[in-house]
């Protein structure tokens, strides 16, 4: 199902025992009613050990031997060739050792889970699992040629300049790109992630999660209590979230403008900006068709007296498929969802922005206390190229706003106060720029 991998930290032995762990989560039981061999079938046999293998690579060294360290000691507590039952205790034994082990323990079992439910098979390009659960797997056919932005790609190491740097092109970024770029602003856009769009969109799981997805998926946080999800891709967020756009709610806006004393969150001016950004990613209600669950809840909400709204999507209604809407999460494969690639990045492209894709921002240079410039890693997967990338300020001033006496776009005014309120960003102490969530549990 998934071609094998050898790097040499994957011994024989501990292969052996990441076989044992596959069989253990997702066994062969025997019945005699299984005509598609869904019960039959154990995780080996999906190829979630070699799947895992792959999972582990993509790791960084200190989480992958930790992971390494924990199937040694299950090996050395001999998990190979025990019984079911025992296998069974030996891991819940482990993961009650404590928060790591526990750790440890739903990471390799997730990591099965996933691959022996999730990995396509190269001929079919089917899981054979999906015929008993009833999922159809891929669907909608995708389009060709719909890329529109043409990335900068670094020829070696590289200076840029610009009046503005954007790092992440996600909801956030791509706004303020295409709105300083409109004005006539020099800005580069610095995205980590690929640039993938319909073409790419091949509706599985988890290709979707490793080329789209933060970290490769849904990711703990540093006290394993809470999941997170977040995109890393061209458009962040919006290439594969579910389009629901809600407006900020009043008694939200109200608490940012009495708690935090934030100003023109509570008007009519914070209206208009909500209003220009859902014209211009489509936002409608007339692409929310109701499914069977949600049909009951309009039918039960209407016998009880209760208030019941089809939600607000950002989608082109001239390529919305209703047959896409369950996909939305590994990508739109029809194009219609109206995100930030399809919108404001394309008004930043269109008027000169350059935009830069496998780069990660890694420093700020400061200059007299001032933001001098950016240092960025470009690191293409498929090329194996990569290179450094500099971008250094212009001399265009920004005015001096708030009692920080940042340099801000007027097009941003509110920004300063939140600088002086909450956030001064003190670049060049740290090259942790990047949103590592971890660090805030
Ligand atoms: C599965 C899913 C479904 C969702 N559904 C909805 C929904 O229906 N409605 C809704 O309103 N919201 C939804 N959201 C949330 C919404 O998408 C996010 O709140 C929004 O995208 C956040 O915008 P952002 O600009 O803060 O960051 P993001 O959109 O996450 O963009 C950040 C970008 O910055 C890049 N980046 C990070 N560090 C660096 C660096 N050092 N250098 C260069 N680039 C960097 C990342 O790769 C990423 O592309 C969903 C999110 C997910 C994950």
Redesign the pocket.
Known sequence: MQDRIDPEWMTEERRAVLRAVCDTVVPSIHRADDPDGFWARSGTDLGADAGTVHALAGLSDEQRSGLLGLIDALGAQGIVGASQESREALLTGVAQLGPMAAAGVGILTKLVLMHSYGLPCPTTGRNPMWKTLGYPGPTVATPTGTKTIVPFVPDGDVELTADAVV????????VIAARLAQAGRRVVV????GYYDEEDFDQIELHAYKNT??RGGPVPTADMNLML??????????T???????RTFPWVREQWAQEFGLEGVDGADYDAHLDAVLRRIGATDKASDLNGPQQKMKEGCERLGWDFRLVVRNADLDKYTPEAAGYL?FGDPSGAKMS?EKTFLRDAFENDADILVR????KILVDNGQAAGVE?VYADPESGKTAKVTVFATNYKFAKQGQSGIEVSELLPGLSQVIDDVAVIRSGVTDR???DTAQHP
């Open positions: 790092i992440g092109s996600g909801a956030g970024g791509g610095l995205e980590a992630g997805y933060w999800q977040a995109g890393a891709t061209l458009g962040g967020g919006t594969i979230n579910w389009t629901n756009c809600l999460g930030t780069t990660r921002a890694r960025a720029i990047d949103h």
